[in-house]
């Protein structure tokens, strides 16, 4: 029995070992790589197949499930040095995040929705929420000791990050989201088409929502770009440190997310016709849970390695 109940710890163990959560992530990330660009470039006159946009959710869902996953492993460890708080705000956030993705994907793929808010807009909200407190939990446990120039770099990249969003957003802003030439029957067969689809609750939900999408695409603009100053911040802070390596993944998770929350909005505001999601640039949003996920496991893993070397010294 004992021998049982060893093999079956070590084997936990090996599968949820820093090295193979790392390669899983990067084996993941490089699948979905290829299958975005394999597959996003549909054939002229053609949309995306259906399978493909299962696939992107495939890959997507899972990643942020797994970093959410990971995430809590270091919430319920007290060896974390940035502190639990830090960790159980990003996992919360991720798996909000996943919530959103699967909300959204029965409005997109079951009942052929595409309105401007849904009920996955309140899970996303969530999730920037949960993933901004925790990452400002990890800026204000240190102190910022930024050197003139490194001020420099994070004025910089806020007043870019805002400039983008704001070219980014402004056609949404302004009313030029929908094109002045689609008809009024055209409007009203869509109507049609996703009523019978889609249940009566789903459609009220949509109508009710419906007066708060500016307000809402007004905060996920500052939510990106506050998200951004912050992993600016936190790179610039952890640079050269001893858990340099964890946070850097982590600001290259949130400049991901970045990228990826800018495409959706410019194809979405810009694009004729209803956008389509799927698009090449949309990987981004896997790269961002696996990037979370890399930034975990290797502060997990330094963690719990100082600490059992600081116990090996005492002890000898």
Do not use: H
Request: one cysteine or more; charged letters at 15%.
């Amino acid at each position: 029995m004992s021998s049982t109940s060893e093999k079956s710890s070590t084997l936990t163990k090996s599968l949820f070992s820093a090295q193979t959560i790392v390669i899983t992530g990067l084996i993941w990330g490089v699948l979905a790589l290829l299958f975005f660009l394999l597959f996003s470039v549909p054939l002229p006159g053609e949309e995306l197949p259906f399978w493909y946009s299962v696939g992107t959710y495939i890959f997507e869902l899972g990643a942020y499930l797994l970093a959410s996953i990971v995430c809590f492993r270091n919430w319920q460890s007290p060896q974390m040095v940035s502190g639990r708080n830090v960790w159980m705000g990003i996992g919360l956030g991720l798996l909000f995040y996943f919530i959103a993705g699967v909300v959204f994907g029965c409005w997109e793929l079951l009942w052929e929705l595409d309105p401007d808010v849904s009920l996955a807009d309140i899970f996303y909200i969530f999730s920037y929420l949960f993933i901004g407190w925790g990452m400002t939990l990890a800026v204000t446990s240190k102190r910022l000791n930024l050197e003139f120039w490194q001020w420099g770099v994070l004025a910089g990249v806020a007043v870019a990050g805002v400039a983008l969003a704001i070219w980014v957003a402004e056609p949404s802003f302004f009313g030029i989201l929908y094109s002045p030439d689609t008809s009024v029957l055209e409007e009203v067969d869509i109507e049609e088409v996703s009523a019978n689809l889609a249940p009566s609750w789903v459609l009220s939900i949509d109508q009710k929502l419906e007066p708060f999408a500016y307000s809402i695409n007004l905060f996920y603009v500052i939510a990106d770009v506050f998200l951004l100053i912050i992993a600016t911040a936190l790179l610039l802070a952890f640079w050269g440190g001893r858990f340099s390596q964890s946070w850097r993944m982590i600001a290259a998770a949130t400049f991901s997310l970045y990228i990826a929350d800018m495409y959706f909005k410019w194809s979405d505001s810009r694009i004729e016709g209803d956008y389509e999601s799927g698009g090449l640039l949309e990987v981004f949003f896997v790269f961002t849970a696996i990037l979370f996920g890399i930034g975990a496991v290797l502060e997990y893993d330094i963690s719990t390695r100082s600490r059992q070397s600081r116990r090996r010294r005492s002890s000898s």
